[in-house]
Nanobody, 121 residues
Framework: QVQVVESGGGLVQTGGSLRLSCVVL????????LGWFRQAPGKQREMVAF???????GYNDSVKGRFTISRDNSKNTLYLQMNNLKPEDTAIYYC???????????????WGQGTQVTVSS
């Protein structure tokens, strides 16, 4: 019922920028916490950033000051502006519909297919 579709990935040089988009189709978008995750080869999937419906944001320490998460509820879209990209940012980036419970983010099983971000040195 809920569909999650990411886009905006690509190949950039170190120091470049990309803007990822995530369209979430379903009746739960307006009430759900959303998050960006990434998974690099040989590593576990990790949270990059999250955004609640009321615009409470959080970031992985590795991207603070470089990435900005935002959302447009009228368009059912989540964004991730990535600036000053580094080779270590290379990964598949996934959008997730989450839940905010007991002061923390809990991912649900609603994931997008992922979009590849590659940063060359």
């Amino acid at each position: 019922q809920v569909q999650v579709v990411e886009s905006g990935g690509g190949l950039v040089q170190t120091g470049g920028s990309l803007r990822l988009s995530c369209v979430v189709l379903g009746s739960t978008f307006k009430s759900n916490t959303l998050g960006w995750f990434r998974q690099a080869p040989g590593k576990q999937r990790e949270m990059v950033a999250f955004s609640t419906f009321h615009n409470r944001h959080g970031y992985n320490d590795s991207v603070k000051g470089r990435f900005t998460i935002s959302r447009d509820n009228s368009k059912n879209t989540l964004y991730l502006q990535m600036n000053n990209l580094k080779p270590e940012d290379t990964a598949i980036y996934y959008c997730n519909v989450g839940r905010w419970e007991d002061g923390g983010y809990f991912p649900t099983n609603f994931w997008g297919q992922g979009t590849q971000v590659t940063v060359s040195s």
